[in-house]
């Protein structure tokens, strides 16, 4: 493909969206990674999720100091992370919609290698990054890279990695519902919108596509699903993915108030800014 307005690995095509909660220390450190990517600097989006430690701030002076770029703050009152996604992705108006973690550092070439995979794959409803966590050795991120992009190919049904690497096709996503509070408010929501999305285009996994992720929970435990329905949602076969969704694991959930909104706990607290 030689025009280059028709690949979507052109800025113009792009609007980076992150939902914030408390993210005054580590925020800065995002964004500049994201004003760095080599095809250019896209719309960002960030969306100050009822923060009380100066995130919108620390956003609003980043967007002072650099005043070529659109950096935006939303604010969603609402509390929880998916409140904040749905109001971000609310705001865009492009083709395609990274969703970003404020805690997680973005390759030069991140977007450039998202749009590469809807080049490639003009049916994809997603294009997908592995996450490697911060100070993994060279040998580890590679087998990480390694173990996700051979998981994405044979287990095409299904989630392997998180909301902060999640680049999607805007006219797809919006198709399948997004995220939603209505739909499901739960936890593992990143892996539910995927069984919705895949219904809309194929989701692309690369081991080339990834992410530097912090690992700052210490205590999963009201946050993530057992190791039993883990196991579960990782070998059912695709058409039992509803089941397992909103017969199986929705009720259990419920019983667990596993509810996305646990994500506003925060055991890291205190901790040093990476």
């Not at 997004?178 to 990143?190: E, I, N, Q, R, T």
Request: hydrophobic share 40%; glycine share 8%; proline share 5%.
């Amino acid at each position: 493909m030689t025009d280059k307005q028709q690949t979507a690995a052109t800025p113009e095509r792009w609007t980076v969206v992150i939902p914030a909660f408390n993210e005054a220390r580590f925020i800065a450190r995002t964004l500049d990674t994201l004003a760095a990517q080599s095809i250019g600097t896209p719309s960002i989006v960030v969306v100050d999720n009822a923060s009380t430690d100066g995130t919108a701030e620390v956003v609003a002076r980043f967007a002072a100091e650099h005043p070529g770029l659109d950096v935006r703050v939303v604010p969603e009152p609402r509390q929880g992370r998916l409140y904040a996604l749905e109001t971000g992705i609310a705001q865009v108006t492009t083709a395609y919609v990274a969703l970003c973690d404020a805690d997680t550092l973005y390759p030069v070439d991140y977007l450039a290698r998202a749009g590469a995979g809807f080049d490639a794959h003009p049916d994809a409803a997603a294009v997908f990054a592995l996450g490697v966590y911060r100070g993994s050795s060279p040998l580890r991120a590679r087998l990480v890279r390694l173990k996700g992009a051979i998981a994405g190919r044979l287990l095409r049904n299904q989630g392997h990695t998180g909301g902060y690497g999640q680049c999607f096709h805007m006219g797809r996503l919006r198709a399948a519902g997004g995220y939603s509070v209505d739909l499901w408010p739960f936890m593992v929501a990143d892996h539910e919108v995927v069984n919705r999305v895949r219904r809309h285009g194929r989701i692309v996994y690369s081991g080339n596509f990834w992410c530097l992720t912090s690992d700052r929970r210490k205590d999963r435990s009201r946050v993530d699903w057992s190791l039993g329905e883990r196991l579960l949602y990782n070998f059912s076969p695709g058409f039992t993915k509803d089941w397992f969704f909103y017969r199986f694991l929705r009720p259990r959930f419920e019983k667990r108030t596993m509810y996305n909104i646990n994500l506003r706990s925060r055991d890291w607290e205190g901790d040093p800014a990476p």
